[in-house]
Every structure is written in C-alpha cells, then in structure tokens.
C-alpha cells in the first residue's frame, strides 16, 4: 500500500510562506509599520535605514503606544488591535488589519518593539528572532513605539539575494514615504539612511506636501479639486491640461486615506483629460472619502488596492469632480450638478444648448452681441450632464482635509456665468487664426481651428450614436462626386456613419455617389473638398486602427471634424467667433483636440502681474 504524501505544514513554515506574501521586500515593512504607527495616531515618524532596510528598519513614532499585554500579543499570527469580530471586516476604516505583518517580520528577522502607553510610566522592550521570543523586560522611554527589523530575511538566502541594491531598495522606501505622506499633511515624516537625513517633510496644509512631493514648480500649475455628491467627497489636486509633467508615475490615488492602485482611476482621469500629448504625463493627488461599508479592502495581501460595493458610482464621481474641477478653473459655464438622477439614454431630439446648436445658431445670427455668449445661464442649466447610477446614495461624505485653502465643498448647484461676463473686453482674432477671450480669472488663447475641432467632434459622436437620427440641409440640386474605387468601398462601408453625420448620399453608379443633402455646419461650395478629406483619412485610419463600435464612431467623428473645421488664418467676424468660443465651452473637454493638441492656453491675472512687477494691492 503507498504511503500518504499529503503533511501537515509546520507552524513556522506556515508563517513563513505567509512572510513571502506580505513582506516582499523592506518597503513593505516600512509601509505597514508606518501605517501602524498612523492608526496610533502618530504626529511625528522618524525612519531609519542601513543598506536599504536589508540590514535595519527602525520606525519610531510618537503614537498612543502599547501595553505589555499588547507586545506580549503583537508579534502573534492573526493578532491584531483593528478588528474584534468578523462584522469588523465590512467596515475596515484602519490601515492594517489582516493580523499577519508583525508575525511575519518577526518570522524572517530579528525583530524588536520597545514602546510605552500614554497611559502607563514604564514601558517595555520584546526581543523576538525568527518566531521565538528571547527578551522581554521594562524600560523607561516615551510614550509611543520604536520598531526595529534587523537582517531580513536571516536564514532564507533564496528570497534575500532577489532583493535589489541597498540604493535602490532605499529609493523605493523614499517613494512609498513621500507618497504615504500625501495623505496625512499633518503629519511629519523624515526618513534616515545611516546618519544622512533623505527625506524631511515638516507637518502643513495639503496643499504645501503637494508641492513636496509633487514638486514646488508644479504647485502654481495644479488645480484644486472639492467636489461632493452621492455620499462621496472628492478632494485633492490635478494639473492643468496644458502643463503636464513629463515624467510618468505622478497619479496618486487614495481611498479613505489608503493609498491605492487600479484602472477605475486612471480611466477617470484619462476621460477628464480625454487626450494627453505624447510624453507628457498628468499629474494628480486625489482623495475619496466614502462610507467604509462601500470598500472592501481585503483584497490584496499588501492592500494595494481595494474593491467597491458600487463601482460605477464611484467612477461617476471622481469623473464628476474632475470635469467640474477643470471647469471652474477656467471660467467656464459649468454643468448643473445638483439633483443627480438614474443614468438614462438621451431623447431623440436635438437638446437645448447643445454645442452644435449654439455654434450654428450665433454663426447664422448677424445681429449677435460681440461682447456676450449667444448662451445664457438659463441654457446652460439645459446641457445633458451625466448622472450617477440609480442606487446613489444623497447623503454627504465627511471632509477628508479642511476645505482646500478656505474653499467650499464645490457643489456647483447652479450655473457659473459665461467666461465673458463681466470681463470687460470683446472677443478679439490675432493673425487670423487665434482667439483671444477675456474671462474673469486673467484671459485666454484660443486656437480657432482646434476650438472648431473639438466641437464638431462632439456633434458627430452624439450624432452617431444616436440611432435613427438623420438631420441635414437639402440642396437644391444633388451634386455627383466620383471616387476612386478603394474610397467607393469606404463611402459603402461608412455609408449609414456618413447619413448620421448630415452627408445624404446614394450610391449612382459603381463608384459614384449623389450628395443629396450635407451636414449645417458644411458650407456647399465646399461639401466636395470636406467630403473627398473624410473619406481619405477614413481610408488611411482603416489600415491599421481596431474596429470595435467606439473605435469606428470615434474614427469617424474624429476624420470629420478635422475635415470640417475652421482652418487657421481664416478671419472671423464677432459673432462667429463668439459662437466659437460659447461652443467650446459647452464642450464635455474644451482642452485638446480629439488628437490630443491644446486647444487653448490660460493667462492668469496673478501670472500677468508678477510679469508686470505688480505686487498685491498696487493695482487699487
């Protein structure tokens, strides 16, 4: 009879596979002590390293500290002070909480905790190698705790030779610090490598350790976000569409304060910006605060990230804040956001204010103010805005931070005034192809042709995706255009994406077609040239792009908008360039053509008086 190969595993090899799946490398044990040290409400954290943390990691704060019942209990497997009952688990609002850190530093290093409660005049000392206790005695120190993990990895010389130079294990240490740090202003944190002081950020508001850690030359360039609805607050700070970084790695997500990774995030912000220029980088700290019982974070050995009982709320959300944070910082008409409903199809019809109706109404109108939008506050509360999910709750997450520098919670439950109310100042072209506008915050640069771009690419995705819907201007008499027998084939295959956008066409003949009618926007005399444009760059586009249902509308709209708009260095009267500039603005993303290129550039009134030389309060 064969013998049973199946065995019982030791309590220390246990531990120590459980080791290999929370404590990868000493950055993981610095990120859980110090987020220990965090939920003891540490003010103050000091952290200290030899080699990179492969030879020592101490972390010292200055938190409520523990008693000598809890060190006798800390290094213990699944022991922990942030949980007491399996409900607990649902509603995990601490840092750690698996019960399996301490044990596992303690199973694969020489580990030491010597600490002191506020409460109590002596503290104690627990020596602890490789899971046996060897010293335990009082001693007299502050209140708070010290931690120190000596020789990681001792006696496992496989997974210790994997870890990386004591330079660049440091660095990572250094990173995940300053990145940790974000979320907790208030609190100091200085990082020691030998007797060499790496890091010192002194406790301040939240927007001072953005600038830390972001970088001070960024910080006049990030855009403040407060923004609350559904039971979720958003805060934090993202970069203006024109001043991206241009290194990677500067997105910073944090729920409840816990940093965290995932795509739900960068998608956000990715549809905020909707295209960023090759090289450059956004750069973002954002903050959710959200009811407990809507994250579960116990789905990952080292927390780095987290799942939500309602994701598609909170990616409504933070896209939310980001579109109304980007908004505000230009002036711009912004959408009411106040009564959020349940996600639902437009109408068929035509909405009011749309971007393709203001455009085509105050081009027509000759009689147009010059100094005004043709919209008005009443009609920009009509714009379709998106909604979050039926099951969004109404009541209010707390503040996560204090109100960013004296702001409100943005709640925009009204329309802001248009960009060239109360400026003072006309629309004004500068050689033919830009468009100077003045707003209330300073003034912008508008590139005429990107502006056009960028609206008429809206028009035709709402176009296209709205099945059934055919809008155009008949001409008297069809046009016969001939092509080529490769832009026959895509006139054919694109032929129902062509009728949506407003081109009537009809096959005539094996590769010709009879124009019957043409979009609004498309004057006729030049319906032949657009047309020939579109179908060429669908043609080039076919070649190498996928094919999904996004793909091909957003292909389409995009190869006609840059068909059709405005070229640079052709001159525009007032009214056409209002219309130009109150289309853009009723814009999903005013910023960048679909392409990714700016589309405007923003002069601030602070930027043009430190220009100027002209301090605070000279100007009254």
């Not at 990120?31 to 952290?47: F, H, Q, R, S, Y």
């Not at 996560?400 to 003072?424: C, Y």
Request: aromatic share 6%.
């Amino acid at each position: 009879m064969p013998s049973s190969i199946i065995q019982a595993l030791s309590p220390l090899t246990i531990q120590k596979i459980a080791a290999g799946e929370v404590v990868e490398r000493p950055a993981n044990v610095v990120k859980e002590l110090v987020e220990n040290a965090l939920d003891a409400g540490a003010t103050k954290i000091t952290v200290t390293l030899e080699e990179g943390g492969k030879e020592l990691i101490r972390v010292a704060d200055n938190g409520t500290g523990m008693t000598r019942e809890d060190v006798l209990q800390c290094w213990l497997p699944h022991t922990t002070s942030k949980i007491k009952a399996l409900e607990d688990l649902e509603i995990v609002s601490s840092f750690g909480f698996r019960g399996e850190a301490l044990a596992s530093m303690a199973s694969v290093s020489e580990f030491t905790v010597e600490t002191r409660h506020w409460e109590e005049e002596i503290g104690t000392r627990l020596r602890v190698v490789e899971s046996n206790p060897e010293e335990l005695q009082d001693m007299a120190r502050a209140p708070g705790t010290t931690t120190s993990v000596r020789n990681l990895f001792r006696n496992n010389p496989v997974r210790r030779k994997f870890l990386s130079s004591g330079k660049t294990e440091g660095t990572r240490i250094a990173t995940m610090l300053t990145r940790l740090s974000l979320a907790h202003p208030g609190t100091s944190f200085r990082l020691l490598e030998g007797t060499r002081e790496a890091l010192q950020l002194s406790e301040g508001t939240l927007r001072r350790r953005a600038g830390d850690v972001l970088g001070v030359h960024l910080l006049e360039d990030l855009i403040a976000v407060d923004w609350e609805g559904g039971g979720i607050h958003v805060q934090g700070y993202i970069s203006e569409p024109q001043r991206f970084s241009s290194r990677q790695g500067q997105l910073h997500f944090f729920v409840n304060r816990r940093h965290v990774q995932g795509g739900l995030f960068t998608r956000a912000v990715s549809q905020a910006y909707e295209s960023v220029p090759p090289g450059r980088y956004p750069v973002a700290a954002l903050f959710l605060t959200l009811s407990p019982a809507e994250v579960d974070v116990n789905v990952h050995p080292s927390k780095r990230e987290v799942r939500f009982v309602n994701e598609a709320r909170v990616f409504w959300a933070l896209s939310q804040a980001l579109r109304s944070a980007l908004r505000q910082t230009l002036g711009a008409p912004e959408l009411s956001l106040s009564e959020p409903a349940a996600f639902a199809e437009p109408s068929a019809g035509k909405e009011a204010g749309s971007p393709s109706e203001t455009f085509a109404t105050a081009a027509a109108d000759s009689e147009a103010s010059p100094f005004t939008f043709s919209q008005s506050p009443d009609s920009v509360r009509n714009i379709r805005h998106d909604s979050p999910p039926a099951t969004a709750e109404k009541d209010s997450a707390p503040a996560l931070f204090p109100s960013a520098e004296g702001r409100g919670a943005a709640r925009f439950t009204a329309a802001i005034p248009s960009p060239m109310e109360n400026a003072g100042a006309p629309s004004l072209q500068i050689h033919g192809s830009f468009i100077l506008v003045a707003v209330q915050s300073g003034f912008l640069l508008v590139n005429q042709q990107a502006a056009h771009e960028r609206i008429l690419y809206e028009k035709a995705l709402e176009d296209l995706r709205r099945p059934g819907r055919f809008s155009a201007q008949q001409l008297l008499f069809p046009e016969l255009i001939e092509f080529t027998s490769g832009e026959a084939r895509v006139v054919e295959e694109r032929l129902s994406e062509l009728r949506a956008l407003g081109f009537d066409l009809e096959p005539f003949g094996a590769a010709a077609f009879q124009l019957r009618g043409l979009p609004s926007e498309v004057a006729p005399e030049k319906a032949r040239d657009i047309l020939s444009s579109l179908i060429g760059r669908l043609l080039d586009a076919d070649k190498g792009e996928g094919r999904s249902a996004d793909e091909l509308s957003s292909r389409v709209a995009r190869a006609y908008a840059r068909a059709a708009s405005i070229p640079l260095g052709q001159p525009l009267d007032a009214a056409r360039m209002a219309a130009i500039v109150d289309g853009l603005f009723a814009t999903q993303n005013p910023y960048v053509t679909p392409g990714g290129a700016p589309v405007l550039i923003r002069y601030s009134l602070e930027e043009l008086r430190r220009r100027f030389g002209i301090k605070p309060g000279e100007e009254d």
